[in-house]
């Protein structure tokens, strides 16, 4: 990515209801709820496999948030 070109965005699910947005190297934790997307956290990712830690965190905050919906 240079000069604010992010080319091609692809999205991928990682454990319902958790995706990730790809662009680039760079990765996106989301999730939606009630016609509401819900970023969680970017990251740079450094292999093919996204990061359990990063699945785990998004999830406590799916569940932090629904609980109070």
């Known amino acids: 990515m240079r000069n604010g070109?992010?080319?091609a965005?692809?999205?991928k699910q990682l454990?319902?209801?958790?995706?990730?947005l790809i662009?680039?190297?760079?990765?996106?934790t989301?999730?939606?709820?009630?016609h509401m997307l819900y970023?969680?956290?970017g990251f740079r990712k450094k292999s093919r496999?996204?990061?359990?830690?990063?699945?785990d965190y998004a999830?406590?905050?799916?569940?932090s948030i629904k609980s109070k919906l």
Do not use: C, N, W
Request: no cysteine; hydrophobic share 30%.
């Open 49 to 55: 496999k996204t990061p359990p830690k990063e699945i």
């Open 39 to 41: 970023f969680v956290r």
């Open 30 to 34: 989301y999730f939606q709820l009630d």
């Open 5 to 7: 070109e992010i080319g």
């Open 15 to 20: 454990r319902d209801p958790i995706r990730e």
């Open 23 to 28: 662009a680039g190297d760079h990765r996106f």
């Open 59 to 63: 999830m406590s905050i799916y569940k």
């Open 9 to 11: 965005v692809h999205t």
